[in-house]
């Protein structure tokens, strides 16, 4: 079985600074990793996705995440935070093995915070 | 190019009621899938569909039922509605074409926000 688990529900940081979102997953076979953002009443947006190409993968709005296989992670970052990024942002791996379906399991979550 | 449409997007129900929710995946997508979403939970998976055919299926009672037309379209229904029955309802479409392929992508809809009372 595979899981996630995102460490922080809640993190804040200053307008300008790095943004370090942590994920770590568990999966029985090589798996896609993705990070998705949602902001308040609204559905998931891909930022960035991982399927076994290159290790560090570029999202949308600056964001990044480099896929760890020796420490399972998959950290999301930014090198400036802006007070946009303020937003619930989830971590999901793929179960690729899972009959032919595209079935995603979740990170709890982290509730991002820029002070201003 | 159209996003994932739910309808409705909120709405409020009794307990033991019955609520169906609609979803209408991008075009060209076929597979549809379904989570709840609650802040105790999370988001959690409850099943999914291609070509009309539910491939997987969360860990979720009976009372949550789904189904999917031959243009797409899927709606799910939740029969004898509880209190813990109250979350976020999000549709996801996906572009696999074909059950060998895993794309593992997901665009969701805003969803469906469910109040049980």
């Known amino acids: 079985a595979q899981s996630v688990t995102q460490l922080g529900s809640h993190v804040s940081v200053s307008e300008g600074a790095l943004v370090l979102l942590r994920c770590n997953y568990s999966s029985s076979v090589p798996p896609y990793l993705f990070w998705y953002v949602q902001y308040p009443n609204q559905g998931l947006q891909l930022l960035l996705k991982?399927?076994?190409?290159?290790?560090l993968v570029k999202g949308i709005n600056g964001f990044e995440a480099e896929f760890k296989k020796s420490e399972t992670s998959f950290h999301l970052t930014k090198p400036s935070a802006h007070m946009s990024d303020a937003a619930e942002y989830f971590c999901?791996?793929?179960?690729?093995?899972?009959?032919?379906?595209?079935?995603?399991?979740f990170g709890k979550g982290t509730h991002l915070i820029i002070q201003p | 190019k159209a996003g994932v449409t739910q309808t409705p997007r909120y709405l409020i129900k009794t307990r033991g009621q019955q609520v169906t929710l609609s979803c209408s995946p991008i075009?060209?997508?076929?597979?549809v899938s379904w989570y709840q979403q609650t802040p105790g939970q999370g988001l959690q998976f409850l099943f999914e569909y291609f070509s009309e055919t539910q491939r997987n299926k969360g860990n979720f009672p009976g009372r949550f039922s789904g189904r999917q037309f031959s243009n797409s379209r899927s709606e799910m229904n939740v029969s004898t509605l509880e209190l813990g029955d109250s979350a976020l309802y999000l549709c996801a479409s996906s572009l696999a074409r074909s059950h060998r392929l895993i794309t593992g992508e997901l665009f969701f809809g805003e969803g469906s926000r469910l109040t049980v009372l």
């Open positions: 075009s060209g997508h076929r597979s």
């Open positions: 991982y399927t076994s190409a290159a290790t």
């Open positions: 999901a791996v793929s179960d690729r093995s899972g009959g032919g379906a595209d079935v995603l399991t």
